[in-house]
């Protein structure tokens, strides 16, 4: 498993170049869960959720792709708080699915490396009120390293 060059300058072109309903159909599309963690890798959270959705909704979308997405989304506000933020319905919507989604097994782990992206002490501070069926999304999981800044 890994990606070559030629699939970095697809995906390069997908982030810089396409318009966002291409983008939502190239995502949708992609039958390699690597180059759609590259993609989601190097997604700009300020243009929204529609993307993204894409990406989590695409069958291919590895363990380690969707708890990227869910931290990039700010996952941690909602694992420590779970408060609903009507200021901020489509976030609360978005993270809401993805980590239902997560704790119930629709993702599977093919082999892309995920390091939590806590601190010790937040990892520390969700240990100890986050259930069992919790523990994945403060647990690394080993593979290949795939986040490639394009």
Not at 28 to 40: F, Q, T
Not at 41 to 46: A, F
Not at 75 to 89: F, I, K, P, Q, V
């Amino acid at each position: 498993m890994s990606i070559n060059a030629e699939e970095i300058k697809e995906v390069r072109r997908a982030v810089y170049e396409l318009d966002k309903e291409a983008v939502i159909k190239y995502v949708s599309e992609l039958d390699n869960p690597e180059m759609l963690h590259v993609y989601a890798s190097n997604y700009n959270w300020g243009d929204g959720f529609d993307i993204p959705k894409a990406i989590i909704d695409n069958p291919k979308c590895d363990l380690s792709t969707a708890l990227m997405m869910f931290f990039g989304a700010d996952g941690y506000t909602y694992l420590s708080g779970r408060d609903e933020n009507a200021n901020m319905s489509k976030w609360n919507e978005f993270v809401t699915e993805l980590y239902y989604d997560i704790v119930n097994g629709k993702f599977l782990s093919n082999g892309i490396a995920f390091a939590v992206p806590l601190t010790k002490v937040q990892k520390y501070k969700l240990d100890k009120v986050v259930p069992p069926k919790e523990t994945v999304f403060i647990t690394d999981i080993d593979g290949e390293e795939m986040d490639i800044c394009i």
